[in-house]
C-alpha cells in the first residue's frame, strides 16, 4: 500500500513563507486528486488546497492568494508553498491523494507560526 510522507513543517516566525513536500513511497498511477489540508487545535480538518488530474487548483477562500499546490514531473511528489504566514496558519498540514481506490492520507507535519 503507497505512503505518503509529509516534511517540511516546523516553525516560522509570522509573515515568513515555507514550502511542504509530500512524497509518495511509489509512484500513484491514476490520481485523480493530490490535495492540502490542516487541522488546527479544537478545529475540524479542512482542504486548504487541490489539484486535479487536468491541473486545475481550487484553494480555500482563507489561504487563497498565499499558498500555491503544484507537482515534480515524476508526479509523486508535490508542494505546497505559502507565504506570508499567520498565526492563523498553524496547525498540521496533511497531505492527501485520491483515485478510484478511495483516498489516502500522510501522517501530518505540524506548522507552528509564532508572532
Known amino acids: 500500500q503507497v505512503q505518503l510522507v509529509e516534511s517540511g513543517g516546523g516553525l516560522v516566525q509570522a509573515g515568513g513563507s515555507l514550502r511542504l513536500t509530500c512524497r509518495a513511497s511509489r509512484v500513484i498511477h491514476s490520481i485523480n486528486v493530490r490535495g492540502w489540508y490542516r487541522q488546527a487545535p479544537g478545529k475540524q480538518r479542512e482542504l486548504i488546497a487541490e489539484m486535479h488530474i487536468s491541473g486545475v487548483t481550487n484553494y480555500a477562500d482563507a489561504v487563497k492568494g498565499r499558498v500555491t499546490i503544484s507537482r515534480d514531473k515524476n508526479q509523486n511528489t508535490w508542494y505546497l508553498d505559502i507565504l506570508s504566514l499567520k498565526s492563523e496558519d498553524t496547525a498540521v498540514y496533511y497531505c492527501?491523494?485520491?483515485?478510484?481506490?478511495?483516498?489516502?492520507w500522510g501522517q501530518g507535519t505540524q506548522v507552528t507560526v509564532s508572532q
Open positions: 492527501a491523494s485520491t483515485t478510484a481506490w478511495g483516498k489516502t
